[in-house]
């Protein structure tokens, strides 16, 4: 149910309703039936009806002002008719002029909400009508200027954000708060993402990486400088050592084997006599290397080591068949099941340091944390850098994103209803625009006053 209240001038483009009314129903919507959301968010709510009713405060104290200066033009014609001498033509002058003055600033403010008395009068009724307009004009003056690169690029610049950042960043518990957030990101992220997608993609881009990489040289380089460091040698000794132990355990088994290797037309007491030799001269031969650092087999393996280096380095064979075993090593299921269950292993060591306060990698991005704090600090160069990268990344989003935030602008207004638009901004500007009234009727009666005044000197 609707109440309409007057739209004389004792109400100027009043028009309150109830809650249905303010919600939008009645108007193409079925009851019950969801705003759309641009309306919604400019709904007119009770917080806006009780500015309303300040508003109606004001507009009855406008209109008691004009009827008070309408009775006194009233009373003051009347004296004058009466023959009355002196004041009552100067008082029915700054009253007449009060009441224009009234008139003319109730129609402006009515005119901005509805048309005065409901006449059909061009260019009132204007937020109603020309919203849509009045939105586009928002948004493009918005663009022009406060979305320049310039103006942007400026108020970046004043801002002082490198020293402001880096003095909040040095103190400690600033450093934790960040610190914190980024590990609350991190556990996010990782919480996030699909296993099976990231073992996809790092064992592709693992695979793909080893295959375009010749390994060959770089390996060759490396046995290089281990041979000349000796570094070989503890690897030698520890064969020579299992060597030795398992030929002591094993016995039994190397004569065996050189037995059953023996031609079938010899004697076995000849079978088991070779045996027993080849077995003492195996064992003397590997106890003299595990015992003797410069025997020569030893060295006969130092001389193997560097040749296979070379090769590795030079030799375009011997590099082409070590790319074949990396790409038949790569190749296989176990190889790559080992490289996909990398990440898991990672990200649960990731996100256990995270949540832990106390894990070196929370220690040490607080620790960078401050130490960048203090140096943007102080440092010149590093904040005009830090604030040039804000401002080339600031000036792009507004010179690219421009049309498309100024159209959020236009296009939201044109979303709300006219009715509620015109009612809301009524609401919270109306106490101001009904000062206009009363400064109208103030103004208009001074100047009544004064040029009376003056046509009277200058004996009109």
Same mark, same amino acid.
């Given at each position: 149910?609707?109440?309409i ?66 009775l006194?033009?009233v ?11 002196g ?88 450093a934790?708060r ?8 991190? @556990?996010g992220?990782?919480? =996030? !993402?699909?296993?099976?997608? &990231? #073992?996809? *993609?790092?064992?592709? %881009? ?86 003797m ?29 070590v790319? @074949?075993?990396?790409?038949? =090593? !790569?190749?296989?299921?176990? &190889? #790559?099941? *080992?490289?996909?269950? %990398? ?31 203090a ?12 604030e ?59 100047a ?13």
């Amino acid at each position: 149910m609707k109440r309409i209240e007057g739209t004389g001038p004792g109400e100027p483009g009043t028009g309150t309703g109830t809650a249905e009314d303010a919600g939008g129903a009645g108007r193409g919507r079925a009851p019950g039936a969801r705003a759309p959301a641009s309306l919604a968010s400019f709904a007119y709510t009770a917080a806006d009806e009780e500015k309303r009713r300040g508003v109606r405060r004001m507009k009855t104290t406008a209109t008691g002002l004009l009827l008070l200066v309408a009775l006194v033009y009233v009373l003051a014609t009347w004296a004058k008719n009466e023959s009355v001498g002196g004041w009552p033509g100067y008082v029915a002058a700054a009253a007449e002029a009060g009441m224009v003055g009234a008139l003319a600033d109730w129609f402006a403010v009515t005119a901005l909400f509805k048309r005065p008395l409901g006449l059909p009068i061009p260019h009132t009724a204007i937020i109603p009508t020309k919203k849509d307009q009045l939105g586009a004009s928002l948004g493009s003056f918005v663009g022009e200027n406060f979305l320049s690169g310039g103006v942007v690029r400026d108020r970046i610049r004043s801002l002082g954000i490198g020293g402001r950042l880096g003095a909040w960043l040095a103190e400690p518990e600033h450093a934790d708060r960040v610190t914190a957030e980024l590990s609350t990101a991190l @556990r996010g992220a990782l919480t =996030v !993402l699909r296993d099976s997608d &990231v #073992q996809a *993609v790092v064992g592709e %881009a693992i695979t793909r990486r080893a295959n375009a990489a010749e390994i060959g040289p770089g390996l060759g380089k490396m046995l290089e400088k281990v041979v000349a460091d000796g570094g070989h040698r503890k690897v030698v000794d520890l064969i020579c050592v299992r060597a030795h132990d398992w030929l002591v355990l094993h016995n039994d088994s190397v004569m065996d084997a050189v037995q059953g290797g023996a031609p079938g037309w010899t004697p076995r007491f000849v079978d088991k006599r070779v045996g027993e030799r080849v077995y003492k001269e195996l064992l003397r031969f590997v106890t003299e290397m595990r015992d003797m650092p410069g025997h020569p087999a030893r060295g006969s393996i130092d001389t193997f080591l560097t040749d296979f280096a070379a090769d590795l380095q030079t030799d375009s064979e011997t590099r082409d068949r070590v790319e @074949r075993l990396k790409s038949e =090593v !790569l190749g296989r299921g176990e &190889v #790559q099941d *080992v490289i996909a269950s %990398a990440w898991s292993s990672v990200r649960t060591m990731v996100i256990a340091a995270a949540e832990d306060e106390q894990s070196e990698l929370r220690l040490r991005a607080r620790a960078s944390l401050m130490s960048l704090g203090a140096r943007l600090a102080t440092d010149g160069r590093l904040q005009q850098k830090l604030e040039g990268w804000l401002e080339d990344a600031a000036v792009y989003v507004v010179t690219t994103y421009r049309t498309e935030i100024t159209s959020l602008i236009s296009d939201t207004v044109a979303g709300w209803d006219a009715e509620q638009t015109s009612k809301k901004i009524e609401a919270h500007i109306g106490r101001d625009l009904q000062f206009i009234r009363i400064n109208g009727t103030v103004v208009g009666a001074l100047a009544g006053l004064v040029i009376y005044s003056v046509s009277r000197a200058l004996g009109g």
